[in-house]
């Protein structure tokens, strides 16, 4: 029998992308639900309440741009998760937080396909916007 230590946890995507923000001490989420990246969000909400963290539902992906960064500005790390039509919509928030260097973390989840694509399948098609912006 194997003890805590050696035992195999498996993870999709999203849920490991939450236990590493966790560990890594983030504690406010400001999102938009967008479907593949709604599951962050899902059991975020749950988890960060449990340790005085804070989740908040933002009105759309620009607020939830504003908010990580108003949160990190205020000394929370701070983290949101989008997918390529809602990261299109961050890009004059992630200048504004690039300049004024407010350290945010924006989980992008793509998806394939143009435009909207195929919502519940991953790809790499936003790789270029990722790294260089619109």
Known sequence: ??????K???LMGNEACVEGALAAGVRFFGAYPITPANEIGEILSDRLPE??????Q???EIASMGSIIG??????KSMTATSGPGFS?????????????VPCVVVNVMRAGPSTGLPTRPSQGDVMQARWGT
């Open 89 to 101: 919509l961050m890009q004059e928030n992630i200048g504004f937080a690039a300049i004024a260097e």
């Open 58 to 60: 933002m009105e759309d």
């Open 71 to 76: 949160a990190s500005i205020g000394g929370l």
């Open 1 to 6: 029998m194997a003890d805590d230590k050696t």
């Open 8 to 10: 195999v946890k498996l």
């Open 51 to 56: 340790i005085g963290g804070k989740f908040i």
